[in-house]
């Protein structure tokens, strides 16, 4: 999802804290709801132990990818809001070395000793974990939905791959928790852009049955299943800043792994160039060998730990077809310039002595040119499309909206709609199509 698109996001409808409570009208009909949310949209608790000293404990939310208008208890800014939980002004500059992973020679990612990182809850309070998607919330209040009644977000600590963190288990437990209040009834596990991608592995991981008389529909509003392109940049230039519209500053941390640990699949982006220093060209294939260039030594191996050519839960869908144990829908946007890669001006790759991005030439170039291909604004619609290898019927299963952003899709008129097709389907399993024009 490119930088531009998380420097400028735009709040869709009216945030109506009045979703978070009151008597649920919902249909008998109607599935309870689990929605998985994107990068970075998910509330953190931030626990440090300082040997001699007080212990630190503050709430996070990253700066790029939260506006102002949606943060909880009426904060002024990202910073603000941490200041309110309980972070002190003098650690402010120590905040972003905690939150940055521990990168060890076998590529494995871990939190910095003595630092301890879980969502501030998952699934009691939806305004507090996941305050990004309350207008969605809002716009199916017509429907039956209520969060917190039954409608739950399952936050997830963003900076670690599927399987690194305890999304799954998590998950588990909060699909066991949903269907039992609901009296039986199956869950939609809805996802959004990187959340995609941990519910996926969730449902290919967990024990099949268990998903199988526990969930109803795996339901991605763009969702991004497999290696983020334009992502890998954020391995070899600045961190994040409290300021959100710093440009020169990476949404993300660079050692955080979640997205670009992952590796390009050569099955979404084929043979197209992504990235190009001067005259040398970078395809999905070459991802390693550009994190090397770049002098991102530390990433290249969690990438060789982390690829997700390597899994073989991913395998399962993109090589090998394997459609999930249950039915699975998907929309997302098209039609808007994406940007996919970037071209830098020619500078010299890595020096044998050089061992961290910032003696690169990749790392000071703070504007390079934008390579774009057709998508969401945020990610291409070649990533968007890429279940249409593991669905059962991808004509059945794949809507494409003309012009739904990559964050405007999730209050899109015709996105839930589908969703709420899907969720009101009947008991028999049979979810219907979403009948897309193709």
């Known amino acids: 999802m490119s930088r531009a698109l998380l420097g400028g996001l735009v709040l869709i409808g009216g945030l109506g804290l009045g979703a978070c409570g009151g008597t649920p009208t919902q249909s008998a009909e109607i599935s309870p709801l689990i929605l998985v949310p994107g990068l970075g949209m998910s509330a953190l608790q931030v626990e440090v132990e300082r040997p001699g000293a007080q212990g630190v404990e503050f709430d996070f939310l990253v700066p790029a990818m939260n506006p102002v208008e949606i943060l909880p208890n009426s904060a002024t800014s990202a910073l603000a809001y941490s200041i309110d939980s309980g972070l002190a002004p003098a650690d402010v500059d120590s905040v972003q070395q905690w939150l940055s992973l521990d990168i060890a020679a076998d590529g494995t990612v871990r939190n910095q000793e003595g630092v301890s990182v879980q969502p501030v809850s998952i699934g009691t309070d939806f305004a507090a974990e996941c305050p990004r998607y309350l207008p969605m919330i809002d716009e199916l209040l017509d429907t039956g939905w209520v969060a917190d009644a039954n409608v739950y977000c399952a936050p997830f600590d963003y900076r ?131 994190l090397n260039d770049a002098g991102a030594l530390a990433m290249q191996s969690a990438q060789d730990r982390y690829s997700l050519d390597s899994q073989t839960w991913f395998q399962q869908g993109d090589e090998l077809r394997m459609p999930l144990n249950v ?83 999730l209050t899109n008129s015709v996105a839930l709609a589908a969703l709420t097709l899907v969720a009101q389907s009947t008991s028999d399993g049979a979810v219907p199509c979403l009948n897309s024009p193709r």
């Open 160 to 290: 670690f791959p599927p399987g690194a963190n305890t999304f799954a288990g998590d998950i588990e437990a909060l699909i066991d928790s949903a269907v039992a209040k609901a009296g039986g009834s199956k869950v939609v596990l809805a996802c959004h852009s990187q959340g995609c991608l941990m519910a996926y592995h969730a449902l290919r991981t967990l024990d099949a049955d268990w998903v199988r008389t526990h969930v109803e529909t795996l339901f991605g509003f763009a969702g991004q299943f497999s290696g983020c392109s334009d992502c890998l940049r954020w391995a070899f230039q600045p961190g994040w800043s409290w300021d959100p519209d710093d440009e020169s500053a990476s949404p993300v941390d660079p050692t955080w792994a979640g997205e670009m640990a992952l590796g390009l699949q050569e099955s979404v982006y084929g043979s197209d160039v992504l990235y190009r220093n001067g005259d040398i060209e970078y395809r999905a294939a070459d991802s390693a060998r550009l």
């Open 327 to 409: 039915p699975s829908r998907f929309v997302f946007g098209i039609g808007t310039e994406t940007t996919v890669g970037y071209r830098f001006a020619s500078v010299p790759t890595r020096a044998a002595d050089c061992v961290t991005p910032e003696c690169t030439g990749f790392y000071s170039q703070s504007d390079p040119m934008p390579i774009q291909a057709d998508g969401d604004g945020g990610d291409s619609t070649r990533m968007n499309a890429a279940p249409a290898r593991w669905t059962q019927d991808a004509a059945c299963d794949v809507q494409r909206i003309p012009g739904a952003g990559h964050m405007d899709i």
